[in-house]
């Protein structure tokens, strides 16, 4: 089966050789690395000065230190910072790529897509974070600062959001697109860069605490859901919007000793279920890709296993 999509087609677009890709995310991961050189710099001298060993994926270890919550969460995405920085600089020269083709399908970056994706996938979080405090409100601890609230919600909003749209440009844009141009297909892009979605995050302090066998699965799941996201609607705008508006809410809302984002956020959570929450994100995840199918009038799903004809759209 053949069918036109505008996204991927795009893909086909500059110079795509495999060499290039993988030296770009050489480059990627050593600027997101150097991005990462002032976190791991105040944890050192913190650590030297308190007299205190800590172990730099373990969260618990690093509360020992003191260190101000915001200023820990900003210094942990100054790396994404860096990487989206260089990614943006290195697109056009190296592959003679519009960073906007990267984007969108559309002739246009579509942001009220964005923004209904973020409103749709917010509201079904906030409703599940209601009905979990409903339930067992005892597990929940009230910890509501003022003054370090509205610094996180300045840091959400700006430093959140480009951590987000870095993944999302990378994972779901830059590999799933130049994947499609290699398989030509984007069933198989959808499942490579959703397991590489999740191995990114196999460093995550969660993945530690609860096992690989039960956080792996939900970091590909999410892959997969935003991949066909992208697939459906030949752009990255919903994707984008919903993975920044999950990141924002989960550093607002509710924050847990296991988590790597360690806010200031209004409630922390005593006892965290792995499980559960593996279920709420597959039921939010049917409900949300429902809403959006029928709002945009995607069509049939088959559209993820269609064939990609190379040719160049303008």
């Not at 600062?145 to 779901?172: D, K, P």
């Not at 994707?239 to 806010?263: F, K, P, R, Y």
């Amino acid at each position: 089966m053949n069918m036109k999509n505008t996204y991927f087609l795009k893909g086909f677009k500059g110079n795509n050789h495999i060499g290039l890709y993988l030296l770009m995310l050489v480059i990627l991961i050593i600027a997101t690395a150097l991005g990462s050189i002032p976190y791991a710099l105040i944890i050192t001298i913190k650590s030297e000065i308190l007299g205190i060993a800590i172990d730099p994926s373990d969260m618990r270890s690093i509360s020992q230190l003191g260190i101000n919550q915001n200023l820990l969460l900003f210094l942990m995405i100054l790396s994404f910072v860096v990487g989206l920085a260089a990614f943006i600089f290195l697109i056009k020269p190296m592959h003679n790529k519009k960073i906007k083709d990267i984007l969108t399908g559309r002739k246009n970056f579509d942001l009220k897509r964005l923004f209904f994706g973020a409103a749709v996938w917010g509201g079904l979080m906030i409703v599940s974070f209601i009905v979990s405090y409903t339930l067992n409100p005892s597990d929940y601890t009230l910890q509501f600062n003022l003054n370090q609230f509205i610094i996180l919600i300045f840091i959400s909003i700006v430093f959140i959001t480009i951590q987000a749209s870095f993944e999302e440009i990378i994972f779901r844009g830059y590999l799933q697109q130049g994947l499609a141009v290699l398989f030509k297909n984007a069933w198989i892009p959808l499942i490579i860069t959703s397991i590489l979605f999740g191995l990114g995050h196999i460093s995550n302090p969660e993945v530690k605490e609860f096992g690989v066998g039960i956080m792996l699965p939900q970091y590909i799941t999410l892959g997969l859901i935003f991949g066909i996201c992208v697939i459906m609607d030949e752009g990255l705008e919903i994707v984008i919007g919903v993975h920044v508006i999950n990141n924002i809410l989960s550093a607002l809302l509710v924050t847990d000793e296991s988590s790597v984002l360690q806010t200031a956020a209004i409630f922390k959570v005593k006892n965290v279920n792995p499980m559960y929450s593996f279920y709420e994100l597959i039921i939010l995840s049917v409900l949300f890709l429902g809403i959006i199918s029928y709002k945009y009038k995607w069509g049939s799903f088959k559209k993820i296993f269609a064939k990609i004809t190379p040719e160049i759209s303008e």
